[in-house]
């Protein structure tokens, strides 16, 4: 007991103080909301500092943090820990290195997942550098032992994971760390949500320009030039009958792969 009479020591109380702060934070940034999301940290002794069930993690006062073990008891008899406890004690068994998780419902992030928009891909040097990409676990019902063991695999070598139409969980030495991770996770949601938005590009691909293999060639790489360079193409085609089947199948031949989702047929 430290001299002031607190029933925690300077370590407890210093990092009860952190998960309100820090819940504050997320909250006012729109990465929670409501009583969405939940906090902890883990203690010198192994003990968990995590955020109650059930409340608004943007408005905690120190006294209404949770305290469990590993096996998520209660260690002090005090508030019900947060639903999604397993999720935070995957993490901890995992990752020795790991002090600190915040799960967050980031809502650009989650309609990424949503939208099965790949934030895995390397498209950003920022994150590429310093996250080494922002994987998707699958869906999994929330507050559910299949939710942590969807994570599980992930996180062992992940600092951070969206939990597909869920939400964030990320994580490091500190608290404040685990909620850099999470900025930056919805920073980049952000920016690719804006790429994704861009206009389409409506090319008008008639009679006339798809008649004969090479023009149907030069046609095919005028879709898969603007797609390359991030723009959404829809290719209106029109009075040549089975032009757009050979167009798709043209496609796939140049590209090794599924025609983009852009590329359908009106
Ligand atoms: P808790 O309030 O139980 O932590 O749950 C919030 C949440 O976001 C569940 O995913």
Redo the contacts with the bound molecule.
């Keep these: 007991m430290n001299p002031s009479s607190s029933p925690w020591s300077e370590e407890e109380t210093r990092q009860r103080n952190a998960l309100c702060k820090i819940g504050e934070l997320c909250y006012s940034r729109n990465y929670?909301a409501a009583?969405?999301?939940?906090l902890s940290v883990r203690l010198a002794d192994g003990d968990i500092l995590v955020?109650?069930?059930?409340?608004m993690?943007g408005f905690l006062q120190p006294h209404q943090i949770a305290k469990v073990d590993m096996t998520g008891a209660s260690v002090d008899g005090g508030p019900k820990a947060?639903?999604?406890i397993g999720i935070h004690l995957v993490c901890y068994e995992q990752r020795a290195d790991v002090r600190a998780i915040v799960?967050a419902?980031p809502p650009h992030a989650v309609a990424m997942t949503i939208a099965d928009i790949d934030m895995q891909l390397p498209i950003i040097p920022e994150i590429i550098v310093t996250l080494g990409g922002i994987p998707t676990a699958p869906i999994a019902t929330?507050?559910t032992h299949e939710l942590a063991d969807s994570i599980r695999g992930i996180v062992s070598c992940s600092d951070t994971v969206i939990m597909k139409n869920?939400?964030s969980v990320t994580m490091g030495p500190h608290l404040m760390d685990a909620y850099k991770k999470l900025d930056m996770v919805e920073h980049t949601a952000r920016i690719l949500w804006l790429a994704h938005c861009a206009p389409i590009v409506v090319l008008k691909l008639g009679g006339s320009v798809l008649t004969g293999e090479d023009a149907l060639a030069t046609a095919v790489h005028e879709v898969y030039r603007h797609v390359r360079q991030g723009r959404r193409v829809l290719a209106v085609v029109s009075a040549m009958s089975g032009a757009t089947d050979a167009l798709l199948q043209r496609g796939r031949a140049l590209d090794g792969e599924d025609a983009p989702h852009g590329l359908a047929p009106l």
């Design positions: 929670i009583a969405d999301g939940n955020t109650p069930t059930g409340a993690k947060s639903s999604e799960h419902h929330p507050g869920h939400g």
